[in-house]
């Protein structure tokens, strides 16, 4: 039978979230993650390929990841399930009928490498024979490879990004620990992803997306971690390069962390993903051995609360099931719900992982400390700077703490894809507080300038970033950068348009934060329009006129007060209409929009925002 009457749903996107449950990061799983997972089992066990869930076809819908998932999470199920106890039998019986359904199904990358973590961990773990028919083990042998996304002569990757070539590297350890094949793919390709990293990620150590054009995500963070993982699971000692890069991930990760739980708030593909690339970071790290005792206790105790804020906020007990799609939350077509089931497969996967990680590092048991939050004040700068590439265009990003709160401001996107996508834009992101809204692009310009020209160019000040600096002045710290030229947005990549170049200054105070664009386009420019949006979580808007602009303040909500100079027209929908009231963590309760028409004023052009929060 379904289970769904654990966890109280929470929709509204400033829930609190219970700090552990009291419990250690082995019991708070095993009591709430592991049923989830045998749930799972019940369903697809009893109906195979008619399956449903949450209304919709499990199977054909084009989630080439799932069988894969679907195998580690069986292998998961069996692995921590006493051989002694009752429902072990049933799960050995239905494995060995699933296995052989999922066998015939397609699969790619990623669910390929979940396939073989899940044989392999049979296999370790004495069933494989028992688990998997001949010959469905015999078909899965030609079926998972990782010539079908990298080309065997040059070990070029099939038009997927860099993150990759470690799942390459992954399936072709796993092969070769199968008896499948030897360990010269993997020796090749471990070459290849290894010098592939050290050519993009340049003297900071960070992954660029692309082939160097300066795109950075929350994997480029996680990817040394995502390797060392590699070398565990396949069995190989972790190199000392891989070792350094790892550490330095870890400082920014814990950087990152919040008491809440809360983990990446920027790029693609995050909400609950944000939160377990940390968790993957900081159980990698322990693991291996990088971080100070004191530093493991609270990395623990970041991955307890993060445990803790996946059962009790991002799973929805109506729902059975991870949450990232209905109640006002948004995520991107990546994560659509046609992989519904798969989201809920990889993110237990995740959790049980790096459980049995921390467990290798001898604390999965232990009761975490309860102050994660003075610790995070007392031990993790209040602002830094952490560079990701430097040359003609900079790449950087800028953490702040306050008032138990950390924000994240990336000066990230460059390259195809994402230059104009909000989750991706140079603004502070805090969950719960500012958020993209995910796939919405140049339409909704959530805390930018957006210049319209007449001859119908949309600009945006996102990808040519120069000349960052940062100081601190009084009780602000202060960040600036220069764009040579902005966006033109509409193509798949960022092109220079030299006809306006700007000057950016955040300021971060108490309390508060402040943005000053300097526009200086060329005198024969006519610009039509210059807008800026805002989509957020606080309710109760007042409108008024503050220091030579206007704005709203907020009776409820993290967010006290937004305000605005330069613009001639406020537009306050609450709540907001349909299409921008969907964010990562669920509805935004007001929309402002603040337009005007540039070329009417005097050049240069400024415009300004002032955030004050809670």
């Known amino acids: 039978m379904m289970r769904t009457d654990r966890h109280p749903p929470h929709h509204a996107a400033h829930a609190p979230h219970p700090p552990h449950h009291g419990r250690s990061l082995n019991a708070l799983v095993r009591a709430e993650v592991l049923p989830q997972l045998a749930d799972y089992f019940s369903l697809l066990d009893a109906h195979g390929l008619d399956a449903r869930f949450n209304g919709a076809p499990v199977f054909g819908q084009g989630d080439v990841f799932l069988p894969g998932k679907i195998a580690i999470g069986l292998a998961h199920l069996l692995t921590l399930t006493p051989r002694d106890a009752a429902p072990f039998a049933g799960y050995l019986s239905g494995t060995r009928r699933l296995m052989t359904l999922i066998g015939t199904l397609p699969i790619e990358s990623w669910g390929i490498y979940y396939a073989l973590m899940g044989l392999n961990r049979l296999r370790k773990a004495g069933l494989l024979e028992a688990a998997v028919e001949p010959a469905c083990l015999a078909r899965l042998k030609g079926t998972l490879d990782w010539r079908h996304f990298v080309d065997a002569g040059s070990l070029r990757l099939m038009a997927l ?16 620990l199968m008896g499948w094949e030897d360990a010269s793919a993997g020796d090749a390709l471990l070459t290849k992803t290894l010098d592939h990293y050290e050519r993009y990620s340049g003297e900071f150590g960070f992954s660029d997306e692309t082939e160097g054009e300066g795109r950075f995500d929350r994997y480029s963070i996680l990817l040394a971690a995502e390797f060392c993982e590699r070398f565990i699971e396949t069995e190989l000692p972790v190199t000392p390069r891989l070792t350094t890069l790892l550490a330095q991930s870890a400082q920014l990760a814990l950087q990152c962390a919040s008491a809440d739980g809360d983990g990446f708030g920027f790029g693609r593909s995050i909400g609950p993903y944000g939160d377990t690339g940390i968790v993957e970071i900081l159980a990698t790290a322990a693991r291996l051995g990088v971080l100070d005792d004191e530093e493991r206790r609270y990395a623990y105790a970041f991955c307890v609360r993060a445990a803790a804020k996946y059962v009790d906020f991002w799973v929805d007990r109506g729902m059975n099931s991870v949450n990232l799609w209905r109640d006002g939350r948004r995520t991107d077509g990546y994560r659509g719900t046609h992989r519904m089931l798969g989201e809920n497969f990889s993110l237990i996967h995740q959790l049980l992982s790096t459980t049995e990680l921390w467990a290798e590092a001898g604390q999965a048991d232990e009761l975490p400390p309860d102050d994660l939050g003075g610790w995070l004040t007392r031990r993790q700068p209040a602002f830094q700077l952490n560079w990701f590439a430097r040359g003609h265009y900079e790449r950087a990003l800028v953490t702040r703490r306050d008032r138990g709160r950390v924000f994240t401001l990336p000066l990230i996107n460059g390259g195809e894809g994402q230059h104009d996508n909000a989750p991706y834009y140079p603004i502070p992101f805090s969950p719960r507080l500012i958020e993209g809204l995910p796939e919405s692009g140049a339409d909704h310009p959530q805390l930018l300038p957006r210049l319209v020209l007449a001859d119908g160019s949309v600009l945006l000040p996102t990808s040519f970033i120069q000349e960052i600096k940062t100081w601190h002045e009084g009780d602000e710290q202060v960040l600036r950068y220069r764009q040579p030229g902005l966006n033109r947005v509409g193509e798949r990549g960022p092109v220079l348009d030299t006809r306006v170049t700007l000057t950016t200054e955040y ?34 808007a007042r409108t008024g006129n503050f220091g030579g602009g206007f704005g709203v303040d907020f009776d409820d909500g993290g967010i006290a007060r937004f305000e605005a100079q330069g613009y001639d027209v406020l537009d306050v929908q609450e709540p907001p209409a349909r299409g921008l009231e969907g964010l990562t963590s669920g509805p935004a309760r007001t929309h402002l929009q603040f337009s005007g028409t540039a070329s009417q004023k005097a050049a240069p052009l400024q415009v300004r925002w002032t955030l004050s929060y809670r």
């Open 161 to 176: 990004p860099t993150n990759y070539y470690g799942v390459a590297f992954g399936i072709a350890r796993l092969r070769m």
């Open 507 to 540: 300021r971060f105070g108490p309390g508060r934060i402040s943005r000053v664009d300097v526009l200086h386009p060329d005198p024969s420019l006519e610009i039509t329009s210059l807008s800026l949006a805002f989509a957020c979580f606080s309710s109760g």
